[in-house]
């Protein structure tokens, strides 16, 4: 006995695939993202650590948060997102970004030293961290579907082209 699939089946199955390739792009990017973004963060606290011995801690916060933003976004950019260079517009969006960010760590960090003025430096990083990492994920929403969203233009080199087309062709 033959049985045959129900009308529009073949669809759905290629439309199941299709989102499922599409989930799993998704999902490597952000583990880039991620990968990335977390020794970028670790890097720009220990710097914050150091320079916070100086100068004051907003003010260290700032210096680390351009410095990674800027190396941030030309690491996503092109390893994150497979984008290619970001460009002038891609660094100032992206700097909208992180101003955000730095507002949001900022204010977390000041509520902190308002809630536990003796708070040592153990829980001002938590909190830091933790500030930090939903910013990331904020911020992972906004570069992907507005700055460097798949189909936006980018660097046009023949390398970041073969790279792109191994990457689809690898999802």
């Not at 650590?49 to 948060?65: F, K, R």
């Not at 460097?148 to 046009?156: I, K, L, Q, Y």
């Not at 073969?162 to 999802?171: F, G």
């Given at each position: 006995?033959?049985?045959?699939?129900?009308?529009?089946?073949?669809?759905?199955?290629?439309?199941?695939?299709?989102?499922?390739?599409?989930?799993?792009?998704?999902?490597?990017?952000?583990?880039?993202?991620?990968?990335?973004?977390?020794?970028?963060?670790?890097?720009?606290?220990?710097?914050?650590?150091?320079?916070?011995?100086?100068?004051?801690?907003?003010?260290?916060?700032?210096?680390?948060?351009?410095?990674?933003?800027?190396?941030?976004?030309?690491?996503?950019?092109?390893?994150?997102?497979?984008?290619g260079r970001p460009g002038l517009a891609g660094h100032l969006k992206s700097a909208a970004t992180m101003?955000?960010?730095?507002?949001?760590?900022?204010?977390?960090?000041?509520?902190?030293?308002?809630?536990?003025?003796?708070?040592?430096?153990?829980?001002?990083?938590?909190?830091?961290?933790?500030?930090?990492?939903?910013?990331?994920?904020?911020?992972?929403?906004?570069?992907?579907?507005?700055?460097?969203?798949?189909?936006?233009?980018?660097?046009?080199?023949?390398?970041?082209?073969?790279?792109?087309?191994?990457?689809?062709?690898?999802?």
């Amino acid at each position: 006995m033959t049985t045959t699939a129900p009308p529009g089946a073949a669809a759905r199955e290629g439309i199941t695939m299709n989102s499922l390739r599409l989930i799993r792009r998704h999902a490597v990017a952000f583990g880039r993202f991620a990968g990335l973004g977390s020794v970028l963060t670790l890097a720009a606290s220990a710097a914050l650590v150091l320079l916070s011995q100086c100068i004051p801690w907003t003010v260290a916060n700032a210096l680390t948060t351009v410095v990674s933003t800027v190396v941030a976004t030309e690491l996503h950019a092109r390893v994150s997102f497979r984008h290619g260079r970001p460009g002038l517009a891609g660094h100032l969006k992206s700097a909208a970004t992180m101003t955000l960010g730095w507002l949001v760590t900022s204010a977390a960090v000041g509520a902190l030293a308002a809630l536990r003025p003796d708070a040592g430096l153990v829980l001002q990083q938590t909190v830091y961290l933790s500030a930090t990492a939903l910013v990331g994920i904020g911020r992972y929403v906004v570069l992907r579907l507005a700055v460097f969203a798949e189909g936006t233009p980018r660097s046009g080199t023949d390398s970041d082209i073969r790279l792109r087309a191994a990457y689809d062709a690898a999802a």
